[in-house]
């Protein structure tokens, strides 16, 4: 996790841990020459074990730490790694480290296909799912006598003269498995990494600025099955066997704790966690095989447990330790009170380059969103229900109606979130009608939403920065440091709406109204011809809520951005808008400029009426 | 395939899916009211299952099963209501990977404490004396045990519609599930109901493990394959909807009835559950009788 408070010690702990790994021979055998009885192989042997362990639980921290994943299938593609050195070598006399170097690739596969089938479905589901594939992995290892060998598996793979020494042996797992740390490492850090990050943190946002969620998952669910598949490889390197039981659903509990034990939140944390397993598992495993299964839920659980709001709290449980002893960062949070509007700079903002509409005609006539016969029913109830509505260019287009008029439906059909029953949409002349989300925000429509949407861990700098690689279509790039990119840009554009200060700081502990502005940012940051504002005074002082309109008008006018937007308070609404169109029960109820609106009797008799004798 | 092993098959599978059933409910009832998928429901399952062989044998042929079945219920009820309090109080409104893994956990500890204190080895118990014959179909025979699997898991289904339709406490579950807030500004104690519901779920798992131990060996590694069919049902007839687990349990017994009958098929009769999983969810991703969860 990319927290602040914790980049000042990363770089020497995970210094400190590589010294520590490559002395562990030269030390075990110092260990042999004090002690005649003590053999130096075995703790080298325990060594290399947590060598490999070290890469399958990082591998799974890709998925669990940084997308926000959680598998039951990690174990089987470690299981496949495994199978493909061990199968390879005993049925076709392919040499191991031949076997080696596929074992990656048939982990990838196997891992790719079964997560086209898992990720059809939806978070839980989908752990669901990885569990049956896990399940039936192990079924065919276990049952495929003529090829797996069953429930005995494979032994005796034979290795090549040069790797017979095991300290040789340690270092060249060693070096295979620095190699996919670095890998791996680059990987987090990238534009790529980046959008997994945003995944994790807010999936919703996260494809409002327009990344594919499914197919990053995918993504990183072969990438891991990858790594997990070379730690298996290696597994059966130095094991020279392969079982079925590696495939077994609750052996996914030896990444899963490994990952928990070092913390989620560092990327070498895990290293540090598969070496004190080893050594429980050492001390404990063959006299207390049973009880070693408790004490690894038990670890688990209490790491779950302890760390209020769940393990994914624990980094911040040590930045809020941190920042007891250093009192900075937290004055800085205290001075984040809803300031950041009032500083807001409209003019500022509306100059920057970040905001890449495209010019329009001035033209105000020309219509941009085209909505026709648009319905969609839940159920029996029609939330909206044939709905005709233009919205022209450079207009601001305000709509209201009463609590469940099918406002925020219909926001969420024109922007991909609800699939329409009937009726099409249509943006800039192209048929968008059922396109998914982030297609729809790449178009071009930009949203806020009804409830906060940022990326709450993620510092306010990032939020922008993200939204825009991702915008850009940069976030496909595996290699480069997300963080320094566009970072100018982003800065220039948090000066204007006011959260300057705030750059370095979680989103989430700033005030609402400055969680709105960082809102306003991101959709400024998309470059969005359209935008639509989901109620975007919510929660707002009378203060704040006057100069977030005024930033949005000057940035609409000079950028000629569409404005679609609904909201209850009227003097938003009759102040801001160019248009302004009534729903009541899923259907238009009238469309006009506000002072039609404001003396049509029809719409005082449904809305405005109700809303005086209420106040 | 003659029309009596035909018979044969389709009992066999009614069989499978009553005790599927019954675990797929508890699980779905669960899910319905508190939005936590429990991995560990297979566990409570297992505990049950060893409960009662190892009190049906102390007690004896006539009553042993009987005493088993409800010291298990009780039993596991208990281990449900602890876990309620100690563990999914905390995670509740929790994203699903925290409840996943803390469910999770409590599989590996309720696994290693089981095979602590009742060993890795099978363990078997006869059907109760008064139903332990066999009777004789379109000239294959079968175990008046089977019928009386099918017959508990009516009972129970019907039981648990009278629950959640008859009842105050159905009421007050069906609200959970639909709006929690409201329901305790109401004056309904929402902590203690969720208890309720979980002990409820936990005594549906140790109804399916009491009533599975006569008819399969008892073992360690049962929570994993009943937790492996429970969630194929839960994919296939939609988390939360109890006709749902109906629909699921009756498709999954039956698939892995007509696999497991011959012997090239035996090994791979999870897969065919598995590939109809696969098209379930291509065409519904959210179940057949499941509601599509937002986001």
Same mark, same amino acid.
């Given at each position: 996790m990319r927290v602040l408070e914790r980049r000042h010690w990363r770089w020497p702990a995970a210094g400190i841990l590589i010294v520590g790994a490559l002395l562990v021979p030269p030390l075990a055998g110092l260990g042999e020459q004090l002690n005649p009885d003590s053999s130096a192989k075995f703790p080298i042997f325990l060594g290399t074990s947590a060598l490999v362990l070290s890469l399958w639980a990082i591998s799974y921290n890709l998925m669990l730490g940084y997308a926000g994943i959680v598998s039951f299938a990690h174990a089987a593609y470690y299981g496949v790694g495994a199978y493909t050195v061990a199968i390879l070598f005993q049925r076709y006399h392919v040499p191991v480290l031949a076997g080696l170097a596929l074992a990656p690739v048939v982990a990838a596969l196997v891992g790719f296909l079964s997560g086209l089938v898992a990720l059809r479905a939806v978070r839980l589901y989908f752990s669901l799912l990885t569990l049956a594939i896990s399940q039936l992995l192990y079924a065919i290892a276990f049952n495929w006598y003529s090829v797996t060998g069953g429930d005995n598996g494979i032994h005796g793979l034979e290795l090549p003269d040069f790797l017979s020494d095991y300290s040789i042996l340690y270092y060249f797992v060693a070096a295979a498995?620095?190699?996919?740390?670095?890998?791996?490492?680059?990987?987090?850090?990238?534009?790529?990494?980046?959008?997994?990050?945003?995944?994790?943190?807010?999936?919703?946002?996260?494809?409002?600025?327009?990344?594919?969620?499914?197919?990053?998952?995918?993504?990183?669910?072969?990438?891991?099955?990858?790594?997990?598949?070379?730690?298996?490889?290696?597994?059966?390197?130095?094991?020279?066997?392969?079982?079925?039981?590696?495939?077994?659903?609750?052996?996914?509990?030896?990444?899963?704790?490994?990952?928990?034990?070092?913390?989620?939140?560092?990327?070498?944390?895990?290293?540090?966690g598969a070496f004190i397993y080893t050594e429980l598992d050492n001390q404990l495993s063959k006299n207390f095989a049973y009880q070693f299964d408790i004490l690894l839920g038990g670890i688990v659980l209490a790491v779950v447990l302890l760390a209020p709001g769940g393990f994914a709290s624990v980094p911040d449980l040590i930045g809020q330790l941190r920042r007891r002893f250093s009192r900075q960062a937290e004055s800085a949070v205290a001075e984040s009170s809803g300031h950041a509007i009032e500083a807001s700079d409209p003019g500022r903002a509306a100059r920057i380059k970040a905001i890449q509409a495209d010019r329009l005609p001035a033209d105000t006539r020309e219509p941009l969103l085209v909505i026709e016969g648009l319905s969609r029913h839940f159920g029996g109830l029609r939330a909206v229900s044939g709905v005709n509505l233009t919205v022209h260019a450079r207009d601001r287009h305000a709509i209201i109606g009463p609590n469940g008029a099918g406002k925020s439906t219909l926001f969420n059909l024109i922007t991909g979130?609800?699939?329409?029953?009937?009726?099409?949409?249509?943006?800039?002349?192209?048929?968008?009608?059922?396109?998914?989300?982030?297609?729809?925000?790449?178009?071009?429509?930009?949203?806020?939403?009804?409830?906060?949407?940022?990326?709450?861990?993620?510092?306010?700098?990032?939020?922008?920065?993200?939204?825009?690689l991702a915008h850009r279509g940069r976030t496909v790039r595996p290699f480069g440091r997300a963080d320094r990119m566009y970072r100018d840009e982003a800065l220039d554009l948090l000066a204007a709406v006011g959260l300057g200060p705030y750059a370095e700081l979680p989103a989430g502990l700033l005030s609402h109204g400055d969680q709105r502005a960082i809102e306003l940012a991101i959709s400024l940051a998309l470059g969005s011809r359209l935008v639509l504002l989901d109620e975007p005074t919510a929660g707002m002082s009378a203060f704040e809520t006057q100069k977030a309109m005024e930033l949005v008008r000057r940035v609409a006018q000079e950028k000629s951005l569409?404005?679609?937007?609904?909201?209850?308070?009227?003097?938003?609404?009759?102040?801001?808008?160019?248009?302004?169109?009534?729903?009541?029960?899923?259907?238009?109820?009238?469309?006009?400029?506000?002072?039609?609106?404001?003396?049509?009797?029809?719409?005082?008799?449904?809305?405005?009426?109700?809303?005086?004798?209420?106040? | 395939m003659s029309g009596g092993q035909l018979l044969l098959f389709v009992v066999g599978g009614l069989s499978n899916a009553a005790y599927l059933f019954i675990v797929a409910a508890g699980l779905s009832l669960v899910f319905g009211a508190l939005r936590v998928i429990n991995m560990a429901h297979g566990s409570l399952y297992m505990i049950a299952a060893f409960v009662t062989v190892v009190v049906a044998n102390q007690l004896g042929l006539t009553l042993g099963f009987w005493g088993g079945l409800v010291v298990a219920v009780i039993v596991t009820g208990l281990v449900g209501a602890l876990i309620e309090v100690v563990v999914l109080r905390r995670v509740?409104?929790?994203?699903?990977?925290?409840?996943?893994? !803390?469910?999770?956990?409590? =599989?590996? +500890?309720?696994?290693?404490?089981? %095979? /602590?204190?009742? *060993?890795? #080895?099978? &363990?078997?118990?006869?059907?109760?004396?008064?139903?332990?014959?066999?009777?004789?179909?379109?000239?294959?025979?079968?175990?008046?045990?089977?019928?009386?699997?099918?017959?508990? !898991?009516?009972?129970?289904? =019907?039981? +648990?519609?009278?629950?959640?339709? %008859? /009842?105050?406490? *159905?009421? #007050?579950? &069906?609200?959970?599930?639909?709006?929690?807030?409201?329901?305790?500004?109401?004056?309904?104690?929402?902590?203690?109901?969720?208890?309720?519901?979980?002990?409820?779920?936990?005594?549906?798992?140790?109804?399916?493990g009491a009533i599975v131990a006569p008819s399969q060996a008892v073992n360690a590694s049962m929570d994993t394959d009943v937790l492996v069919l429970a969630f194929a049902i839960s994919v296939i007839g939609g988390l939360g909807s109890i006709i749902g687990s109906l629909v699921g349990a009756l498709i999954v017994g039956e698939v892995l009835s007509f696999g497991l009958q011959n012997q090239y098929t035996n090994p791979y009769a999870i897969a065919f559950v598995f590939i109809i999983m696969v098209i379930v969810l291509t065409i519904r991703p959210w179940g057949l009788f499941g509601k599509a969860e937002q986001t």
């Open positions: 498995v620095g190699v996919c740390l670095v890998l791996m490492f680059s990987l987090v850090r990238s534009p790529f990494g980046a959008a997994l990050l945003a995944i994790r943190e807010n999936r919703e946002r996260a494809r409002s600025v327009g990344i594919n969620v499914r197919a990053y998952e995918l993504a990183v669910f072969t990438i891991a099955a990858a790594f997990a598949g070379m730690a298996g490889g290696l597994y059966a390197l130095f094991e020279q066997q392969a079982y079925p039981e590696q495939l077994y659903w609750t052996a996914n509990a030896q990444p899963v704790v490994i990952a928990l034990l070092g913390g989620i939140g560092s990327f070498l944390g895990p290293a540090l979130h609800l699939k329409p029953t009937t009726g099409r949409v249509r943006f800039g002349g192209r048929d968008i009608t059922g396109k998914p989300p982030h297609m729809i925000a790449k178009a071009g429509i930009g949203r806020t939403f009804q409830i906060t949407m940022i990326f709450p861990k993620l510092t306010v700098l990032q939020n922008l920065q993200y939204a825009m569409t404005l679609l937007f609904c909201e209850h308070d009227m003097e938003v609404v009759f102040g801001t808008a160019q248009t302004v169109t009534v729903m009541n029960q899923g259907q238009v109820l009238t469309q006009g400029r506000p002072e039609e609106i404001r003396n049509d009797p029809e719409v005082k008799r449904v809305y405005l009426g109700e809303l005086e004798e209420t106040a | 509740y409104g929790e994203e699903h990977l925290v409840q996943l893994l !803390a469910t999770y956990a409590l =599989t590996l +500890v309720i696994a290693g404490v089981v %095979r /602590t204190v009742f *060993g890795a #080895n099978y &363990r078997t118990v006869k059907p109760p004396a008064a139903i332990n014959f066999s009777v004789t179909l379109a000239g294959n025979s079968y175990a008046a045990y089977s019928f009386f699997m099918i017959g508990a !898991a009516v009972v129970i289904g =019907t039981g +648990v519609y009278v629950l959640m339709y %008859r /009842t105050t406490l *159905g009421r #007050n579950i &069906r609200a959970a599930v639909s709006d929690p807030e409201l329901l305790s500004a109401s004056g309904v104690n929402v902590a203690r109901l969720y208890t309720v519901v979980f002990v409820i779920g936990a005594a549906l798992a140790a109804l399916g």
